[in-house]
């Protein structure tokens, strides 16, 4: 009951978040609901009984992801977003495409309402079985992970070289 | 016990560890105002009260009637609630910081510690993380130069040296084997060869002791890391624009990050509350309470002692020391516990 009623107060506010990441017009206040969604969502991985995961979403997501969103907007100094008129295409194709959306996903959450939901502790919860997971039965998809994020930060210091250090000339 | 109970009873510890860190954030000023004036020749406050130990309740009162005018300029909702972040966030560390055993009082018994997860070093490590929005925002809702670029310093420079701060305590972390700040203390109870307590600096601590201490100073933005707030560089940096109130939540923030840094360092590396017990049972019971504070307390003196010794670094010697030194540092400080612990094991 305390669960039901726990999940509903985080959904809500991870929900709320998402709206009014879309609804805000100046760019860092949409930066900060995402913080918010973020937190919500470490909320409900802590009522799923994954402790670990949800420490780590806040550590990684919420502390050091969305700051660098922050710090590009600040330093962009991009300003509030214009009002404009609105399209009609977007009111034409948007508003019957949303009803069929949710039709569509009520029907299959109803198709599939007998199957058991899962419980809290029913996953791995505490640090050592994850890290019993990840370094035993997952080991490669994670060495494999490493190497990727290796790749991306070489991508993020070669675009973001001087050019002229690549000519080898400077100018004093 | 019954759920009542335990709310009561939480709330009880809440209330308890908010006055005491509050009076603590105001009474670690009035040290370093001593001791900073000490060192440099000079007494520090004297006039208000004995030793001037009323000095905290003069500026509080003094903050609290101070005009507090809000620029016309700035960004009005983040400018009023970076300082709440940012002191929301230095208070919230308390919650899993453990500060003695198990109390028996009136047959409940209840940790010194508001909470005990297991979990206890990452939920640290997530608020100290999300410490550097009340900075960020600060800078640039504040709308002036001065500002913003003092606040993109202070996180970027936050950003960087959490990194380290983190690598150095997962040496701990190995070397304990859990998550939880009570389990990692009680670890180290008892002692090598009799007398030589089995704290965690000498368990093959000691590189990863400096790395922390070193980190957290530059967490913290104290001297020699203080140049996103040094008065010469950038007027005041993040919190220029701040008058009365929001500026003392800042100063509140800073100094209650430096009290929660100052009990993982004595919880983490020397040992918790783990001292001789003597005398009468009375005495046995306070005595771990207050050789934890003596802890605490030697390493304010060190922090307020260091900031009265050392120039600060020049940005990009900060940034080049945090990413060049201290993280290659922790990296190798890491791999070599590893390999022991598994060696030993």
Same mark, same amino acid.
């Given at each position: ?11 809500v506010i991870?929900?709320a ?17 995402l913080?918010?969604?973020?937190g ?24 050091a ?6 710090f ?5 100094n ?7 008129r609105?399209s ?25 309402s007998?199957?058991p ?10 640090p ?15 060495e494999?992970?490493?190497v ?5 930060i ?7 070289a ?11 | ?11 009880? +510890?809440?209330?308890?560890?908010i006055i005491? &860190? ?9 040290l370093?105002? +001593? ?9 520090g ?16 009162? +003094?903050?609290?009637?101070?005009e507090d ?11 009023i609630?970076?300082?709440? =972040?940012?002191?929301?966030? #230095? ?16 047959? =409940?018994?209840?940790?010194l510690?508001?909470?005990?997860v297991?979990?206890?070093?990452l939920? =640290? ?8 929005y009340g ?16 606040g993109?310093? #202070?996180?970027a420079?936050?950003?960087?040296y959490?990194i380290? &701060?983190g690598?150095s ?26 007398f ?9 601590q000691?590189? #990863? ?17 203080d140049?996103p707030?040094?008065?010469?560089? &950038? ?9 009365a ?7 509140? #923030? ?16 020397l ?22 504070v ?6 304010l ?19 080049a ?5 201290? &993280?290659?540092l922790?990296?190798a ?8 612990v598994a060696?030993?094991?």
């Amino acid at each position: 009951m305390l669960h039901l009623v726990l999940f509903s107060i985080f959904a809500v506010i991870c929900v709320a978040g998402a709206v009014n990441l879309l609804v805000q017009r100046h760019p860092i206040n949409s930066a900060l609901s995402l913080v918010v969604v973020m937190g919500s969502l470490a909320a409900e991985y802590l009522l799923l009984g994954a402790e670990f995961v949800a420490a780590v979403q806040v550590i990684v997501y919420a502390g050091a992801v969305m700051v660098l969103f922050v710090f590009v907007i600040m330093l962009l100094n991009a300003g509030e977003e214009e009002r404009t008129r609105g399209s009609r295409v977007a009111l034409l194709l948007g508003i019957p495409g949303m009803i069929i959306g949710s039709v569509l996903m009520a029907w299959v959450l109803l198709e599939h309402s007998g199957t058991p939901s899962v419980e809290a502790g029913a996953l791995p919860g505490p640090p050592k079985t994850i890290g019993w997971l990840l370094f035993h039965d997952y080991l490669l998809p994670f060495e494999v992970t490493s190497v990727l994020v290796l790749i991306a930060i070489m991508g993020a210091v070669v675009l973001a070289a001087r050019p002229e250090s690549a000519k080898g000339t400077r100018e004093v | 016990m019954s759920v009542t109970a335990f709310i009561v009873i939480s709330v009880v +510890k809440i209330v308890v560890a908010i006055i005491v &860190l509050l009076t603590a954030v105001a009474y670690t000023v009035w040290l370093e105002r +001593k001791v900073v004036g000490h060192i440099q020749n000079r007494w520090g406050p004297t006039r208000v009260g004995p030793f001037g130990l009323l000095q905290p309740l003069a500026d509080g009162l +003094k903050f609290i009637f101070k005009e507090d005018l809000t620029p016309p300029h700035v960004y009005k909702p983040l400018y009023i609630a970076a300082p709440m =972040i940012a002191l929301i966030f #230095a208070l919230t560390s308390i919650s899993v910081i453990p500060v003695g055993n198990w109390v028996n009082v009136a047959g =409940i018994s209840t940790p010194l510690q508001i909470t005990d997860v297991n979990i206890g070093l990452l939920i =640290i490590f997530g608020i100290t993380s999300l410490g550097v929005y009340g900075v960020a925002l600060a800078g640039w809702s504040s709308n002036s130069k001065y500002s913003l670029l003092g606040g993109l310093r #202070a996180s970027a420079q936050m950003v960087s040296y959490e990194i380290a &701060l983190g690598l150095s305590l997962i040496g701990v972390l190995i070397t304990a084997g859990s998550f939880s700040l009570r389990e990692i203390v009680d670890a180290q109870s008892g002692t090598f060869w009799g007398f030589i307590p089995r704290w965690n600096i000498f368990q093959g601590q000691i590189v #990863a002791f400096f790395i922390y201490l070193t980190a957290a100073y530059a967490e913290t933005n104290r001297v020699p890391f203080d140049l996103p707030e040094a008065e010469t560089e &950038l007027v005041a940096g993040y919190h220029t624009e701040y008058s009365a109130m929001k500026s003392a939540m800042f100063f509140m #923030a800073e100094y209650a990050n430096m009290i929660t840094v100052a009990c993982l360092a004595s919880l983490l590396f020397l040992g918790g509350w783990h001292g001789p017990l003597f005398g009468p049972p009375i005495l046995q019971a306070i005595l771990p309470l207050l050789w934890f504070v003596l802890r605490v307390f030697v390493f304010l003196f060190i922090y307020i002692w260091v900031r009265g010794t050392l120039p600060r670094f020049r940005y990009d010697q900060l940034m080049a020391f945090g990413w060049k030194f201290l &993280l290659p540092l922790a990296i190798a400080n890491l791999m070599i516990t590893a390999l022991i612990v598994a060696v030993k094991s």
